[in-house]
């Protein structure tokens, strides 16, 4: 692990494997760079693989200001740059993780080759705003700890609690979020949406739903492939958080798509 300062902004990162390829893996909103501790050794086994704690989250520097794709779109080629990472590279995220992946496909498309999406979170529908902007000010009011049950009974739902060490530790993980942060980074969904820039994205795409997911549904991604040229659709038996709730599924499919 190192922490590097690009783009104005702290962030930690670690830099693992060695090959002619890169991966970055991106976590989800309320994660960190450890949600990729359990698919790390199958898609590193071959390529260099970059993991980081995004803007506000982890380790990385938290956030006081407001924020958008675009800026963490930025953060990413600042790191890559900084670490002389050149050529095109290979992303996988998770839900906010996959929408900014998805953004830098976008707004990069001359630096990424695929992109595995799961669950990706690119805005936030209307019927959602106004719920999903008092659940930012309960944040910042009282922190995670009033939230949680909420979240992980809508995320992490008790049939891919197959791992009960994982469940505890990634909830107290969870609860270590800094407030302000985290509904930063919830406003950035409501406020800076990437959905319209879908068709744009040309490079190969793989999205992913988990069956058990109630944030963000089948029903609610399987239109978003349909969207991208290069697309392809697929659903597993897992729910929001899938790389930490079933590792091997999520290794597996992005070994698969990545692998020629």
Known sequence: MDWIEVNNVALRYD???????????????????????????????TRQVLRYDTRGAGQ??????PVTFDIMADDLAALLDA?????????????????????????????????????????ITPDRLAASLTRSEEMERHGPRTQI???FA?????????????YHRFRARWLGNDPHSYAAINRMLAYSDVTA????????????????????????????????????YRTLDTAHYMAVQTPKLVAEAIEGFLTP
Do not use: C, Q
Request: charge should be neutral; aromatic fraction near 4%; proline fraction near 7%.
């Open 83 to 123: 670490l002389n990472i050149a050529g095109r590279i290979s992303l996988a995220g998770v839900a906010v993780g996959a929408g900014i992946a998805l953004n830098f496909a976008a707004n990069f498309p001359g630096r990424v080759a695929a992109v595995v999406a799961m669950a990706p979170a690119t805005g």
């Open 154 to 166: 809508a995320a992490y739902p008790a049939a891919v609690r197959h791992d009960a060490k994982a």
């Open 197 to 232: 820039k879908l068709p744009t994205i040309t490079a190969r795409t793989l999205v992913l739903a988990g069956i058990h997911d109630a944030v963000r549904p089948p029903a609610m991604v399987e239109p978003m492939a349909r969207m991208m040229p290069n697309a392809e």
């Open 15 to 45: 830099l693992t494997g060695a090959g002619k390829d890169t991966l970055v893996l991106v976590h989800e909103m309320g994660g960190s760079l450890e949600s990729w501790d359990d698919v790390l050794p199958v898609v590193g086994r």
């Open 60 to 65: 990385s520097e938290k956030i006081r200001e």
């Open 149 to 151: 049950e909420a979240t």
